[in-house]
Nanobody
Framework: QVQLVESGGGLVQPGGSLRLSCAAS????????PGWYRQAPGKQRELVAA???????NYADSVKGRFTISTDNAKNTVYLQMNSLKPEDTAVYSC???????????????WGQGTQVTVSS
C-alpha cells in the first residue's frame, strides 16, 4: 500500500531548528510536485513550501529565508528544514506529493497524516 509518512515533528524552543521528513512507503516509480502545508488551531490550512512539476519552488512569505524544501529521489523522501523557528510556526504540518507506482500508472496525489510542531519556551 502506498502512503506518505511524516516524521520529525516535536517541541522546540524559539530560534531552534527541526527537519521534517515525508517518506513514500510502498513501491514507487516517481515522486513529483511535493509540498508542505500547515494548519494551526482555529486557522485554515496554508501552504508552507512546494515544488511545482516544472521545478519551481514556492514559499509562504512568512517562512522565506528560514525554511527549505528538498527531495531525495533515491529515498523517495521529501524534507522540510525549518530554522529560526518562531511560536507562530506552531501547527500540524502535512506533506503531499504526486506519486506514480509504475511508469504505466496514472499519477495520484497523496497526503500524509501530519506531524505536530510546537515552538515554545
Amino acid at each position: 500500500q502506498v502512503q506518505l509518512v511524516e516524521s520529525g515533528g516535536g517541541l522546540v524552543q524559539p530560534g531552534g531548528s527541526l527537519r521534517l521528513s515525508c517518506a513514500a512507503s510502498g513501491s514507487i516509480f516517481s515522486i513529483n510536485a511535493p509540498g508542505w502545508y500547515r494548519q494551526a488551531p482555529g486557522k485554515q490550512r496554508e501552504l508552507v513550501a512546494a515544488v511545482s512539476s516544472t521545478g519551481y519552488t514556492n514559499y509562504a512569505d512568512s517562512v522565506k529565508g528560514r525554511f527549505t524544501i528538498s527531495t531525495d529521489n533515491a529515498k523517495n523522501t521529501v524534507y522540510l528544514q525549518m530554522n529560526s523557528l518562531k511560536p507562530e510556526d506552531t501547527a500540524v504540518y502535512s506533506c503531499n506529493a504526486v506519486l506514480r507506482r509504475t511508469p504505466e500508472t496514472m499519477p495520484v496525489l497523496y497526503w500524509g497524516q501530519g506531524t505536530q510542531v510546537t515552538v515554545s519556551s
